[in-house]
């Protein structure tokens, strides 16, 4: 059974694929009941293609362009574009570096009216280290509570933070019991002394 939408359009088949299909239907008329080497099969018809004219491969390009039209046309009434993402939906608020940066952002710009973008954002990478925690926990509470005043943000955290952490959290775990098992080991093989 497949996966996904049954509804969604199959994908377009190419010359060769319609060239190959048609090898497949001769050899099941041929020989019905016989079993068939699918590597040696794929072989012959690779061979048996590049031997091909172009006159004879033509008739098989015109049948991929007309798939290729029908294919088109299914997309366009399919409808789901990939990336399906609701534009509606309530955005993060920024981070207090992002708060810090749109702020003195300017101020370096102006003190400095020649330097580049990559040289702008090590400054302020400088500034916000050493800052002091009180500060800029201040400034990220504040831009938290006037994303949530304009109503851009809920207040909850997002999936994507949650199954990272968990992620980088089991890869730990899993570097830590593969370094004890190397130490249990006599050298890189997978002999174990006990």
Not at 31 to 55: D, H, I, L, Q
Not at 146 to 156: E, L, N, P, V, Y
Request: hydrophobic letters at 30%; one cysteine or more.
């Amino acid at each position: 059974m497949a996966k996904g939408d049954p509804k969604k359009p199959k994908g377009k088949m190419s010359a060769y694929a319609f060239f190959v299909q048609m090898c497949r239907e001769e050899r099941k008329k041929k020989n019905p009941e016989a079993t068939v080497n699918f590597a040696e099969f794929s072989k012959k018809c690779s061979e048996r293609w590049k031997t091909m004219s172009g006159k004879e491969k033509s008739k098989f390009d015109e049948m991929a362009k007309v798939d290729k039209v029908h294919y088109d046309q299914e997309t366009k009434d399919y409808g789901p574009a990939k990336g399906g993402k609701d534009p509606n939906a309530p955005k993060r608020p920024p981070s207090g570096f992002f708060l810090f940066c749109s702020e003195f952002h300017p101020k370096i710009k102006s003190t400095n009216p020649g330097i580049s973008i990559g040289d702008v954002a090590k400054e302020l990478g400088k500034m916000w280290n050493n800052l002091n925690d009180m500060k800029l926990k201040e400034m990220y509470e504040k831009g938290i509570a006037d994303s949530k005043a304009k109503g851009k943000f809920d207040g909850t955290k997002g999936p994507a933070k949650v199954a990272r952490k968990t992620w980088k959290r089991k890869r730990k775990t899993m570097r830590r019991k593969w370094r004890r098992r190397k130490k249990k080991n006599c050298c890189s093989c997978a002999l174990w002394i006990p």
